[in-house]
């Protein structure tokens, strides 16, 4: 079947802003088969936009004397039930429009501050089964900031920045170029990463969603937040198809508190005190053989479990995952349990696919979720060191966050920086384990670098 031919086109396209001098532009290829919606989108992802306002395509220029009855718009379903005008972005190709439009469209993007491409076809060639959908060949300048205030704002506010003397104003000013412009990456108005650019199509491609944790967890969420994840997975270079890795060793290491608690609950299990802890002697015997004693600070020389919380978190979450149970005073050891513990890859397996099992519309996962993400692409997480030499600067997980519009009950505000966010339980006690065992006094680069292997390794595997 390769050599049946095809109609449809691989083309080539220059996309250039309007009015920007010197000009912001790329060339762009892309299959003319591409509705005209997500046309839209490919061209605001080439550009820097963030789809947070209204798209339209023309075959005129807004600039030039309107031909008369020579005007065809393209708008969304939405815009077109309310005024009535226009054809259809989503049952019209990119193939069709350039053929009507005579291979010169314009695209409006925020019809407010007005940011109009004109679009033109360099080149057609007949599409091949290896084609990427998109694929960005080059390009000059970053797009200008989000509501700029149009190419006149924008320029105003380029002056500012490049100025040597700035009143309070321009300071402002300048904070909010920079702020509007981050945090996932230093703002550089004269730079196009065309990596990420290539990155976020790539994500498009396969409509924001893939089939590892990362593309289940995004899926989870409506085409905007999906959408705006993908910002955040192409700048953390997070694929969403899964990557086929191992289970890194030192992992199904770490977890050997897990199968220890598990060990001790078989045959006779542990006899709980009548308040309903485990005794001293036993939490003894896992802290001694797990090597964990200091994990906590202990008030006195016996270990009691009200004493110890990660232990205590511990026994709370191997309950959880139902390899253990308790049953007239006694915690013992489950089916399940017992079949785990014969083989601890497949224990580190079962806890890996728990962690990733996210919840709808819950914060704990969200956040969890968000954490890695981060840890996976290099940043610092750690409030108490918020930069280090090697990796990131610091990002909260709020920023993250508040994008799903999350409410902080305590603060009667949206969720931010300031607000208490839970982690999941399993993932908490993971952490305060790989803290505890792989942290130095000296240097913390070496839990970065575990969190951020484990995060990306749970996300794409």
Known sequence: MSNVLTLRKMLTLRIELVGSE???????????GTRLDE?????????????AHMQAFTNQSPYAEPRSGAAINWYDEHMRAESGD??????????????VANDE?????????????????ESRRELKSEDSKYLVLDGRLRAPLEDSGGLGGWHRKLEIYRSAQRSEDDE?????????GGPWKAFDPETFDIDFANARLQLLAGSFVGANAAGQWAAQFHEGISQYLSLIFAHCQIELVPTGREIPTWFVELLKPFSTLVEMCTDQGITLTKAGWMPPTMIAELMTS??????????????????????????????????????KGQLI?????????????????????SLRSAAMNDVQADATFSEWVLCAGGYNLDTFAKATTEGKSFVHVSEI????????????????????IPRTELWHAIGKLMDFKYSDSDSRQVIYDKRQQLSRFILEA
């Not at 046309?39 to 789809?51: C, D, F, N, P, T």
């Not at 513990?341 to 224990?347: C, R, V």
């Open 22 to 32: 010197p000009v912001i532009w790329r060339k762009l290829q892309i299959d003319d």
């Open 39 to 51: 046309a839209g989108l490919a061209v605001q992802i080439v550009m820097g936009w963030e789809h």
């Open 86 to 99: 226009g054809e259809s972005l989503e049952d019209t190709t990119l193939g069709q429009a350039l053929r």
């Open 105 to 121: 469209l314009y695209f409006e993007y925020d019809f407010g501050d007005g940011w109009i491409h004109r679009i033109t076809v």
């Open 172 to 180: 402002n000013t300048v904070r909010w170029m920079e702020w509007r």
């Open 290 to 327: 797990c090597d964990l004693n200091g994990i906590d600070y202990e008030r006195g020389k016996v270990k009691r479990e009200i004493d110890l919380p990660t232990i205590s978190t511990l026994r709370d979450v191997v309950t959880g995952l139902r390899l253990i149970r308790k049953y």
């Open 333 to 353: 050891a489950t089916k399940l349990g017992n079949s785990l513990l014969q083989d601890p890859p497949a224990m580190a397996d079962f806890i890996l696919k």
């Open 401 to 420: 966050l508040e994008n799903f519009g999350y409410w902080d009950p305590n603060r009667q505000a949206p969720i931010s920086s300031d607000s208490y």
